[in-house]
Every structure is written in C-alpha cells, then in structure tokens.
Nanobody, 125 residues
C-alpha cells in the first residue's frame, strides 16, 4: 500500500530550525514530484514548496523563500524540508504529497494524488 509518512515536527523557538522528512513506504519515490503543504489553525491548506522527481526543479512560496530548502534523496526514498529562521507564523501541520510526474512540480493541492498524515510544527517562545 502506497504511504507517505512525515516526521521531524516539534516545538521550536523563533529563529530556530527543523528538518522535516517525507518517507515513502510501499513504493519508490523516484517517479514522483513531491510537494510540502501546511495548514495553520483556522486557515486553509497552502503550498510551501515542491520538488520535481529528478530534484532539478524546485518551487517555494514567497513566505518561505530564503528560509526553507527542499531536497530529496531518492536512494533513501525520502524528501526533506529544511526550515531555518522559523517564525511563529510558520506554526502549522505540515503535509507532504506526491504525484507521478517528470516535469516541473506544481504547488497546487489538487494536482497531487497521495498525501501523508501530517506533522505538527509549533514555533513559540
């Protein structure tokens, strides 16, 4: 059964860092574009970043540019989201999503076929 599992969330102080992981179970991530999304309390889910299946193309929301970095290690079947200089407004549940696609990724929810269950990130002093 195809499954995505996020990990790495937690409580961090403003200015701190976290690295989220999105691991695939039951399938290989190689053919898949991967997106990271987040949903803050009382708000809709928004795109954060995405990476093409080759890793050659990435995309970032303006709110995280220069602070977050997406990467993938296909040998480990894992995609990462390195989050630096975290702010309280980054507090949300973070989800990864996957779609078989060989071109540029898209930061749009409806484009993705498979979703993980999410990991909570809380930025607070």
């Amino acid at each position: 059964q195809l499954q995505l599992v996020e990990s790495g969330g937690g409580l961090v102080q403003p200015g701190g860092s976290l690295r989220l992981s999105c691991a695939a179970s039951g399938f290989t991530l190689n053919p898949y574009a991967i997106g990271w999304f987040r949903q803050a309390p009382g708000k809709g889910r928004e795109g954060v970043s995405c990476i093409s299946n080759s890793g050659g193309t990435t995309n970032y929301a303006d709110s995280v540019k220069g602070r977050f970095t997406i990467s993938r290690d296909n040998a480990k079947n894992t995609v990462y989201l390195q989050m630096n200089s975290l702010k309280p407004e980054d507090t949300a549940v973070y989800y990864c999503a996957a779609k078989v696609f060989s071109g540029p990724c898209r930061p749009t929810m409806v484009w993705y076929d498979y979703w993980g269950q999410g990991t909570q990130v809380t930025v607070s002093s």
